[in-house]
């Protein structure tokens, strides 16, 4: 489904972009690109946050040694 003005009526209106004082029209049409469907793993998401949790690094500023 395509949105925006004009679409819903059929009509085929050009995006215009303006940048720094200069427009700049685009002639074609987005190319389809296929659908990449996201999955939330959250035992996955919790055991790698344990392991970060579990590493504590050594960090050093201006000579200081501290741990995070």
């Not at 949105?3 to 009526?9: A, F, N, Q, T």
């Not at 940048?19 to 469907?37: F, I, M, N, T, W």
């Amino acid at each position: 489904m395509e949105r925006g003005p004009g679409r819903s009526i059929g009509l085929d209106i050009m995006q215009t972009l303006t940048y720094r004082g200069q427009d700049y029209v685009q002639h074609k049409e987005a190319s389809p690109k296929q659908l990449v469907e996201l999955t939330y793993r959250k035992n996955v998401y919790l055991n790698r946050k344990e392991q970060v949790s579990n590493e504590h690094p050594v960090l050093t500023y201006r000579g200081h040694r501290y741990q995070k």
